[in-house]
């Protein structure tokens, strides 16, 4: 019996490491080896493959959907860059690793990356936690890190090297802020925001706007990631006479709150941001989404070529629809592209070159130019969930007074 | 609003008692919490999402899910927990510890398995609501109250009526005692983990259902929040573990509404636990393994 157990807990053991293992963080997972990736191997003799890193929550139960979609965009981006033959002759090399939305991973990531790994650049496509830590790291080594989607506006004050790919939540909650009272005429507005920096950022910023603009913020709930049930927050809204309900939450718990509201029979408008930009709210909310805005940077009904490309061939690459965090992800890799094609690897000169970006076209909308901290400047797109229960361009907001981080006043919380 | 509220609080605290149900019954008879329940949650519902949209049979997701994962349980009790207690002078934090870890294990093989992303039962009845006066009641929440009541009353006739649940409650009582009164104490224990990881089963879908969500971290609030439900009913009584699942619904549900929490709701369970504790110590049903 004590040799059937101990041989039991040494499979267990295994599987355990085998199931932790979707980027094991002790061996960078190459996915992306010119060989493999289709590149012409003629163009890489005598050169070794330019390495980028990057890292993702693949392995966190909560977050591993976005941490694949990333994964997925990254890989996909660098395997189309070597088949079209990579920084001027060179292939990429995509270093990946599993922070499992871990800030003591990230740590970790972080230093392997700028050191053992000698990565030319890294591109987070991990949420604010572990991107804010791990981006003082590569500020500190002098490697520039182009983070997809974190909001945290600690990501880029950093430093110099550290860009941002997506607007901070300061824009987004702001045209948010705009877009509801200005364009929906909302008076009376309830919050609901998932309690993490996430949503009290957006929350403190689209209040301040709000009531600037003369609207009423009637009540704030947040909400714990791991609580599901939106009921009785939506029982408790429906006798506060609200005409809009904002939502700086993720997909989850914004397709609940769109449920409970037409389950309970509230004659509301919801207004969502980029957290609810995913196939899975849809999934999720089915008929209950629609009607739904978001904020958000991708515009899927957007005829520009690399927007539409980009979509065409996540679907067939991986058959399943492309999100935000996929298409942030891509984007980031499509700068650090740009800038290696123009000014080679040399950190300084690529730190000096994305900063002075102007009108970049990417796969989320043209990259105006990027703030003086680094935040990407881009419209923000204002998408609604139609009868087809597809997002679907409904506004834009380009004010630059809104757009531009550097313009809107800092709102403590 | 407050009839609402209770209403509410009705639904997601039957919930609550289906899910500590299973962790109930085999700290009843085993004496060790077990966490891995969560895991079972979590597998039944994957089990039973993927049984549902192939047949498109509701009833066949619960009874196929329920049975599966039950035998699931026995298996595990077979080659893990029952050589763990086997064992001399046996740490009580072993199998503990072992819970623990199949429980990690069973999340990350559902997220290998069965990928990532959200999946949706997308189960409807014909009507979605119920309007009573001002009162809504969700069609999906009188399922939930259906099968809970059908489920205990399931629980009680076995335990209660039937030779098996005479030998679990005998086990329950004094194993060795049993053992010498000529009781099957592994049936007793494998009778345990049939019902318990097939409760298990049954919340995960119920809970599958009622969000139309099911992820690879379904089970990680269940995980703590059964904890204390088990605890604060009295540690392995049934009957202690629906009024605490009840109250714990209760308090989350109206404390979230009326007041501004300084605490995450899920913090609610362990609160009103510390509560009843330092005035009843042994919980509230706390005469243990009495049915």
Known sequence: ?413 | MFLQLVINSLAIGSLYALTAMGATLIYGILGILDIANAGAYLIGAYIGYYIYISTGQLVLAFLGAMLSVGLVGVVLHRTVYGPILAKPRMLSIIPLVAAVGLFTMSSDLIRLLCGAGTKAYNFRFPVDVVRVGSVTIQTTWLLIFALTAVLLVVLWVVLNKTKMGLAWRATAEDPDIARACGVNTNSAMALSYVLGYGFAAAAGIMTGILYNSITPALGEVPSYKMLAIIVLGGLGNPLGTVVAGLLIGFAEVMLSTYTVLPIPKDAVAFVVLIIVLLIKPSGLFGQRNKV
């Open chain 1, 1 to 413: 019996m004590k040799k059937l157990l101990s041989t039991l807990l040494a499979l267990a053991m295994a599987m355990s490491l085998v199931a932790c293992g979707g980027g094991d963080t002790s061996t960078p997972s190459d996915t992306s080896t010119p060989s493999g990736s289709g590149g012409d191997s003629s163009q890489t003799q005598g050169e070794d493959p330019i390495k980028i890193g990057f890292f993702g929550p693949l392995s966190s139960a909560s977050a591993s959907a976005d941490g694949l979609s990333g994964l997925q965009s990254a890989e996909l981006a660098v395997r189309l860059l070597n088949e079209s033959g990579g920084i001027n002759g060179r292939m990429v090399e995509l270093v990946d690793y599993d922070d499992a939305l871990d800030t003591t991973e990230a740590a970790n990531i972080a230093e392997r990356l700028t050191t053992a790994d000698g990565v030319a650049a890294v591109v987070s496509g991990s949420y604010s936690g572990p991107t804010r830590v791990a981006a003082p790291i590569c500020q500190a080594a002098g490697v520039v890190m182009v983070s997809a989607y974190a909001v945290h506006p600690d990501v880029v004050n950093a430093g110099e090297y550290i860009f941002s790919q997506s607007f901070p939540g300061a824009v987004q909650a702001t045209a948010a802020a705009t877009f509801a009272v200005e364009e929906l005429g909302a008076q009376r507005i309830a919050i609901v925001a998932v309690d993490l920096d996430f949503g009290t950022e957006q929350s403190a910023y689209f209040k301040a706007k709000a009531v600037e603009l003369g609207a009423e913020i009637v009540s704030e709930d947040y909400i714990a990631m791991s609580d599901n049930d939106m009921t009785s927050v939506v029982s408790k809204i429906a006798s506060e006479d609200v005409d809009l309900i904002y939502m700086p939450n993720y997909y989850g718990h914004a397709a609940e709150v769109c449920r409970q509201v037409v389950l309970q029979g509230l004659d509301v408008d919801l207004l969502g941001c980029e957290g609810a930009d995913s196939w899975q709210m849809l999934q999720t909310a089915g008929e209950y989404a629609e009607g739904l805005y978001i904020t958000t940077n991708m515009d899927r009904d957007d005829p520009n070529e690399s927007t539409q490309a980009y979509i065409e061939n996540y679907r067939a690459e991986y058959d399943m629809e492309p999100d935000m965090v996929g298409a942030s992800v891509y984007d980031a890799f499509e700068v650090l592209f740009a800038a290696m094609k123009e000014v080679g690897t040399d950190p300084v000169a690529m730190q000096e070159y994305i900063a002075n970006m102007k009108d970049f076209d990417t796969v989320t909308g043209t990259l105006m130019y990027y703030t003086s901290s680094g935040s990407a400047v881009k419209p923000v797109q204002i998408q609604r969930v139609g009868e087809d229960l597809q997002f679907h361009s409904y506004s834009v907001i380009d004010d630059i007074s809104i757009i531009d981080g550097d313009n809107i006043p800092v709102v403590e919380y």
